[in-house]
């Protein structure tokens, strides 16, 4: 285990609503990148945080947004939701903002019907 | 624009043979490459990496991976596979100006047969 933990495990959602995933750090990391995995690919890059900083975004709309709190946990919310969106959401820690090795949380099912 | 590609979906060695699985990458300059493995229901777990220097890069589980510049490729390799070592195997490449984006190729699925 890696010590990211995220919540919830799995979530469904209606298209058109909000949705809010957490993710908890590695003790001492202070950058969290957010992934979307859809079923059958590889994880893409959302943004990262750095220090509660946003410090670099994918190619994800701005209804894609999050937050890095103090301790360094960290918030995706996802606006207006649309069936493309049902993924794996995956969040990684790491020391710094160049460090070479992420370690990635369980994941959250995302569903949206 | 930068990309990663493994070309097999699937890779199914017998338990006990030497696996490799492939990847090749397209990203300018000198990247930083990552294997990484997804179990059933879990995160992506680090394998190895390759930063700088030697080619051939050893990871953990006994698998380790060769660099190779001139066919911008990244091979996964381990000589003698196990029933365990069943998964989704991801490659992944950041740039060295690009923080910590990591952009992944689409996996392998490795299945080790008895």
């Known amino acids: 285990e890696t010590g990211v933990t995220q919540s919830p495990t799995h979530l469904i959602k209606t298209r058109g609503q909000q949705v809010t995933l957490r993710c908890s750090s590695q003790?001492?990391?202070?950058?969290v990148s957010w992934y979307q995995q859809a079923l059958g690919q590889g994880p893409q890059f959302i943004f990262q945080?750095?220090?509660?900083?946003?410090?670099g975004r994918g190619n994800f709309p701005p209804r894609f947004s999050g937050l890095q709190f103090p301790n360094y946990s960290s918030e995706l919310n996802v606006n207006a939701l649309e069936l493309d969106d049902s993924a794996l959401y995956l969040c990684?820690?790491?020391?710094?903002?160049?460090?070479?090795?992420?370690?990635f949380g369980p994941g959250t099912r995302l569903t949206v019907t | 624009a930068q990309s990663v590609a493994q070309p097999e979906d699937q890779v199914n060695v017998a338990e006990g043979n030497p696996l490799t699985v492939k990847c090749t990458y397209s990203v300018s300059g000198n990247p930083y490459l990552f294997w990484y493995v997804q179990y059933p229901n879990r995160g992506l777990q680090f394998l190895l990496k390759y930063i700088t220097g030697d080619n051939l890069v050893k990871g953990s589980y006994g698998f380790e991976a060769e660099f190779n510049k001139s066919q911008t490729s990244f091979h996964l390799k381990k000589p003698s596979a196990l029933v365990s070592d069943s998964a989704l195997y991801f490659c992944?490449?950041?740039?060295?100006?690009?923080?910590?984006?990591?952009?992944f190729g689409q996996g392998t699925e490795l299945s080790v047969k008895p």
């Open positions: 990684a820690s790491a020391i710094g903002q160049t460090t070479y090795e992420q370690y």
């Open positions: 003790s001492g990391h202070n950058t």
């Open positions: 992944a490449v950041r740039g060295r100006n690009q923080g910590g984006k990591l952009i």
């Open positions: 945080y750095y220090r509660e900083e946003e410090n």
